[in-house]
């Protein structure tokens, strides 16, 4: 592995995001809509909802606005990152192709994408998390940043494990759409959980320790670490399979 390589595969991904303004454009708008819908919209009536990572029984009590808010902080980190991993692994496909006859290792091209995909989650993370501090009040404003990149992290990976598996763009697409919009954009509204009756097949999904880990530290000072880890236990899981699927499908006899 050399590092000049995986430099230059780093310069033209970084080229090719830049070139895209549009993208750009919408990575600074999408949250910001979100939010401002949040403050037209929300009612300030206090509500109760469950942490059961932290503990069956633990309910809090907060206004409607300020759960809105941070769960579409949350919705709104894992949308973009999990849609420009997939863009990551599409779109370069086949100039990725051109870069392995040219003697490139699978490895480095990986590397590159990596680092572009770790730099975009907190990047993200981080615009969206000021973006929320200036909404509504945050308890702990680093944790909660930092579980915006979890949540970046267990979707930037989905989407890359999806654009590895899946050769047809719309298809690709509509997978992330699907679980985007069911998952984080629907059942770990902590509201909507809390009157859930099948509570574990929500546990089960992809958003709910990220999720889960933000509310926490957003709005209480209970320990996060278990939901912290489990959230990047799952992200490791769609890393892996989209690295292995990278690695065959990039490798030359």
């Not at 000049?4 to 080229?15: A, C, E, Q």
Request: hydrophobic share 55%.
């Amino acid at each position: 592995m050399k590092i000049n390589r995986i430099n230059t595969s780093l310069s033209m991904i970084l080229k090719m995001l830049l070139r895209r303004k549009i993208v750009l454009i919408l990575i600074l708008l999408i949250p910001t809509v979100f939010l401002s819908i949040v403050e037209f919209t929300s009612a300030e009536r206090v509500i109760p909802f469950q942490l059961a990572s932290v503990g069956e029984q633990v309910f809090i009590n907060m206004p409607e606005k300020s759960i809105s808010f941070i769960f579409f902080s949350v919705a709104s980190a894992g949308f973009l990152v999990s849609f420009l991993a997939l863009n990551l692994i599409q779109k370069n496909h086949k100039a990725n192709k051109r870069l392995i006859l040219c003697g490139y290792h699978p490895i480095e091209l990986l590397s590159s994408i990596l680092l572009v995909l770790i730099v975009t989650i907190l990047l993200i993370a981080i615009y969206i998390g000021i973006l929320t501090i200036a909404f509504t009040h945050v308890d702990h404003p680093v944790s909660f940043t930092l579980s915006l990149a979890l949540i970046g992290f267990v979707y930037g990976s989905y989407g890359m494990a999806v654009g590895s598996l899946v050769k047809g763009e719309l298809e690709a697409i509509l997978l992330v759409v699907l679980l985007v919009n069911i998952d984080v954009g629907w059942l770990q509204n902590p509201i909507f959980y809390a009157g859930a009756q099948n509570q574990v097949i929500i546990e089960f999904l992809p958003a709910y320790f990220p999720s889960q880990a933000s509310m926490v530290k957003a709005f209480t000072n209970y320990s996060a670490i278990s939901a912290s880890l489990y959230a990047l236990l799952y992200g490791m899981i769609f890393l892996i399979i989209s690295m292995l699927v990278f690695f065959f499908k990039m490798r030359t006899k």
